[in-house]
Nanobody
Framework: VQLVESGGGLVQPGGSLTVSCVAS????????ISWYRQTPGNERQLVAV???????EYADSVKGRFTIAKNRGMNMVYLRMDKLRPEDTAVYYC???????????WGQGTHVTVSS
């Protein structure tokens, strides 16, 4: 199993960015897919999750600004981030969790910096 994130970078406050995660070795029909983020000295925090039944949940801090979406055919998951704020600066990680909640896999992360 491998998860590979991409698309991070520098963006100005108020701008938009989409990060992507391509998954190999798993099926999105069997695994929930989520995005987490982490800043130095802090634990990883859940940002958004797309469940196997296609329902989605978001952290309060990103509701209305971020959107998680899946492409089952390409085994890719995206996180569209709009109205970015400096406090969104973090390393963003993709995680897959089996629907029985017993197995999980992480990607290596992609850096997002929101700064003028």
């Amino acid at each position: 199993v491998q998860l590979v994130e991409s698309g991070g970078g520098l963006v100005q406050p108020g701008g938009s960015l989409t990060v992507s995660c391509v998954a190999s070795g798993i099926s999105f029909y069997s695994y929930h897919i989520s995005w987490y983020r982490q800043t130095p000295g802090n634990e990883r925090q859940l940002v958004a999750v797309s469940f196997t039944n296609d329902t989605r949940e978001y952290a309060d801090s990103v509701k209305g600004r971020f959107t998680i979406a899946k492409n089952r055919g390409m085994n890719m998951v995206y996180l569209r981030m709009d109205k970015l704020r400096p406090e969104d600066t973090a390393v963003y990680y993709c995680k897959s969790t089996h629907r029985d909640w017993a197995t999980e896999f992480w990607g290596q992360g992609t850096h997002v910096t929101v700064s003028s």
